[in-house]
């Protein structure tokens, strides 16, 4: 099982980037998908999810308006838009998926991607 997240850079306030997390290992189509940050000296927290069928999503509220979680499940991929990026989306940016296996609930988790927004 992994989940290999990619994208992530130095932009300037107001940029854009685009995450991806791709996943192997498991069926990733049954699968709940979150991108979670954590900044220094910070908590990690949950900035959007989207359910196994992309039919649902939802979103830390800072980032309504500005950021689109979206998947595609014949690529095994989920990706976060980051669009009118501000110093304050400064952080690790993690992805963790959850999903039934045998009657237990597994949830893996990336190894991370920085971005960085300053001028």
């Known amino acids: 099982v992994q989940l290999v997240e990619s994208g992530g850079g130095l932009v300037q306030p107001g940029g854009s980037l685009r995450l991806s997390c791709a996943a192997s290992?498991?069926?990733?189509?049954?699968?709940?998908v979150s991108w979670f940050r954590q900044a220094p000296g910070k908590e990690r927290e949950l900035v959007a999810g989207i359910s196994s069928a992309g039919s649902s999503t939802n979103y830390l509220d800072s980032v309504k308006g500005r950021f689109t979680i979206s998947r595609d499940n014949d690529k095994n991929t989920v990706y976060l838009q980051m669009n009118s990026l501000k110093p304050d989306d400064t952080a690790v940016y993690y992805c963790?998926?959850?999903?039934?296996?045998?009657?237990?609930?597994?949830?893996?988790w990336g190894q991370g991607t920085q971005v960085t927004v300053s001028s």
């Open positions: 290992g498991f069926s990733f189509s049954t699968a709940g």
């Open positions: 963790h998926a959850i999903y039934w296996l045998g009657g237990r609930l597994v949830n893996p």
